[in-house]
């Protein structure tokens, strides 16, 4: 069944091969103690890698797999969420499988078949691991929430008569409330997903790779070709990075204390692009993350204990 529903005058349509790092980089001495969690990323054709801190040890994740189409870890640690083509002749499916971290075994998996019947949809799993998020490349497909056995909850199609595009992105914030963006609004939708509020008019020419802190009380946003922090609120807007380069792919550590910066963002294939990891405070500081000149005190590159090169990513980066 679909609804209409207006957010602050918004309607809502409802229904129910290989690239060095940077030499300049030598890993530190060591890391801050507080720097904690796991870096999950993907890299070429090594699959889905990992590296975890303080200690920087790394290692595979998920191995290649050329129908993979998204992974998550739950906040908890507990879960691990894949999206998989399984499409076959005539049957254009995605297979969302949860599994347990510890042991591998599935915890649930199910089939999905998107309106579009797009065989490329992504999965977010929400943040009290109960909800999945499914996104795709095609705007018939609208963003759609199901449950973790793959029962279907809802599905927001548009705003204003107008789809969501492959442009948009939509993530999950603390209580199961969305986050959207639609053309150059953010927005935010708590559930049950029939209303909700204007953030920020993002009145840039050139802007994306909106991320949240896991608490829900910041943002981190591409403007341009530097990163940018400000509170849920949209106040207080700082610029965090700055070089003669590209920063994007901003990524907060799961307590905010510090956030991952891709420095260096570069196009690196035809359709694919990559970027230099480094990570500094979320302080509120503007830190110079230059691939060629001297990089402000307290960035730390990202380098594999026992390695000599700067870890790069290609593709989804979450830190959990």
């Known amino acids: 069944m679909k609804n209409l529903f ?54 595979s994740f998920i191995q290649d797999d050329t129908k993979l ?18 499409s076959t002749l005539g049957n254009y499916v995605v297979k969302f499988t949860l599994s347990n971290m510890n042991n591998g075994s599935i915890v649930k998996e199910f089939n999905y078949t998107s309106p579009a019947g797009n065989s490329y949809c992504k999965g977010q799993l929400s943040p009290d691991n ?40 939509a993530m999950w914030l603390p209580g199961n ?7 150059n609004s953010i927005i935010r ?4 997903y029939n209303s909700g509020s204007l953030v920020k008019e993002m009145n840039y020419a050139d802007w994306g790779d909106l991320t949240v802190n896991h608490q829900g009380t910041q943002l981190a946003v591409r403007i341009d070709n530097h990163v940018y922090t400000m509170g849920i609120d949209s106040n207080n807007m ?3 990075t700055t070089s003669n380069f590209k920063e994007s792919k901003p990524v907060y550590s799961p307590d905010s204390k510090y956030l991952m910066i891709g420095s260096n963002y570069r196009q690196s294939s035809v359709m694919g692009y990559s970027w230099d990891m480094k990570i500094i405070p979320n302080d509120g500081n503007t830190y110079n993350v230059d691939p060629v000149e001297a990089n402000s005190p307290g960035v730390l590159p990202v380098i594999w204990k026992g390695q000599d090169r700067i870890v790069i990513g290609s593709g989804d980066v979450i830190w959990k």
């Open 238 to 240: 700082r610029q965090v």
């Open 189 to 192: 939708v708590p559930p049950p």
């Open 130 to 169: 109960s909800l999945i998020l499914v996104t795709s490349n095609d705007e018939e497909d609208g963003i759609t929430i199901l449950k973790t056995d793959g029962e279907f909850v809802i599905r927001l199609e548009g705003l204003n008569n107008i789809p969501f595009s492959m442009h948009d992105l």
């Open 69 to 86: 189409n998204s992974f998550d870890v739950s906040r908890d640690g507990k879960y691990r969420l894949t999206a998989t083509n399984a």
């Open 177 to 183: 409330e969305l986050l959207l963006t639609h053309g």
């Open 6 to 59: 207006t957010i602050l005058c918004i309607v809502l349509l409802v229904s129910c091969s290989s690239d060095n790092g940077s030499d300049i980089d030598t890993a530190p001495s060591g890391y801050p103690a507080d720097l904690e969690g796991t870096i999950y990323y993907k890299w070429a054709t090594d699959g889905i890698l990992k590296v975890s801190l303080p200690s920087a040890t790394g290692g």
